[in-house]
């Protein structure tokens, strides 16, 4: 089984920056894809930014400029560098990432989730 840990997560003002970090472990054979999502109180969980394994990158349109996700596949890391927060950031981020385990079985890994709160 292959685990996913969120960290980073936090309080800060508008404006402010934040990183999260997400550290993959387990049974890896192979990892693809790699993303953050959120999800607001009351809302559907959403895409944020989503990077292959050979570094390509698309982002939901509201982050664009202001985020940037970045994986270290020797470690199994992803990260999300978060610039100029806003209060409607505020969410919950889950990190996901679609694996390969070493019995070759494929399935979709999730995080616990960090909460994110921009607030003055």
């Known amino acids: 089984q292959v685990q996913l840990v969120e960290s980073g997560g936090g309080l800060v003002q508008p404006g402010g920056s934040l990183r999260l970090s997400c550290a993959a472990s387990g049974s890896i054979f192979s990892i693809n894809a790699m993303g953050w999502y959120r999800q607001a109180p009351g809302e559907q969980r959403e895409l944020v930014a989503r990077?292959?394994?050979?570094?390509?990158?698309n982002y939901v349109a509201s982050v664009k400029g202001r985020f940037t996700i970045s994986r270290d596949n020797a470690k199994n890391m992803v990260y999300l560098q978060m610039n100029s927060l806003k209060p409607e950031d505020t969410a919950v981020y889950y990190c996901?990432?679609?694996?390969?385990?070493?019995?070759?079985?494929?399935?979709?890994?999730w995080g616990q989730g960090t909460q994110v709160t921009v607030s003055s």
């Open positions: 990077i292959t394994n050979s570094g390509r990158t």
């Open positions: 996901n990432a679609d694996v390969v385990d070493s019995s070759r079985k494929f399935y979709i890994s």
